[in-house]
């Protein structure tokens, strides 16, 4: 396919995603807009609950079941894939657009040798003879930066360590050379030396191998060390959109991003197992009890009467956005607004 410079690889408008609950219908993904561009890392930070996952599933076109899409598009280099046919779609899953999950125990098949599995994701989406499609499992294993990458096609899951399956993961999601990798908290189950070890592969593979990578994460230190670009998410909303280095440097425009920056230990930096997101007061609310104002008002230490009942507009400054009446557009030491 041409490539069309100037078109974002991923570009997502206004996507919502409906669910049927006894408690009534949520939208855990609600109005979401962002861009990947070619070579570009974003993260996407939230407390659980907050829809990164549904979000990610969502670019594959996995939509729980009665799901439904009431409105967005989702454009992969120029192509609106909710228009797209359920076959259409699934040969782009998988071959232009793959997904790392957080555990990896889930997502490989026991009873299957490793090599097999690679070969079977090979054979479903390319017509390559065998000899070659072999060699092609081990580059992608040594891609991934298995030592021993014949030993481990013939190894079965539970032979590997958790990091080593983490890699298997990575090295399956890579398989075909895709444009776009999402990574659904790929550290969690790993501990802190080989969470950043996965993390620092991911870096490499998205500067070396794809073009994309939208980096899941509650961690800010992680997000730190892998994202150009910092996407926040609250409530199934979008409230922060920045470039990391000024998230990280000046500092975030929200003020949850801020909330959750500042409450991060001090001079945390990788090293530790993956942390929740610190305690921010206050709960996020229910989908289904949104307030009428700001979702993140309640605990909102700058909301007022209009945050608490009017829905906040996206101001920008800069690469940066939020969706905040009173977001930090000011310079460092000069709150804008006080409480
Ligand atoms: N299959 C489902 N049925 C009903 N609710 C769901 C389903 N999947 C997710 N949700 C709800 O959608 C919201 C967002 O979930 P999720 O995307 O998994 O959040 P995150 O990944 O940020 O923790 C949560 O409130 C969750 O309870
Ligand atoms: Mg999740």
Redesign the pocket.
Known sequence: MAEEEGLPLLDVRHLSVSLQTREGVIRPVSDVSFTIGRGEAVALVGE??SG???T?LSLLGLFPPGATVPSGQILFEGQDLLALDATAFRRIRGQRISMIF?EPQSALNPVLTVGTQMRELFKSHVDLPDLRVREEVIDRLRSAGLPDPERVSRSYPHQLSGGMRQRVMIAMAIALDPRLVIA??PTTALDPTVALQILSLLSSIRETRTKGLLF?S?DLAHVRRVSDRVLVMYAGRIVEASPARRFFGTGPLHPYSRALLSSRPEGAGGGRRDTPLPAIRGQVPPLWDLPPGCAFAPRCSQADDRCRTEAPPWQTEGESGALCFYPDLSPPGEPRHVA
Do not use: F, V
């Open positions: 659980s609950g990164k996952t549904l990610g957080q659904d908290e899941i509650h």
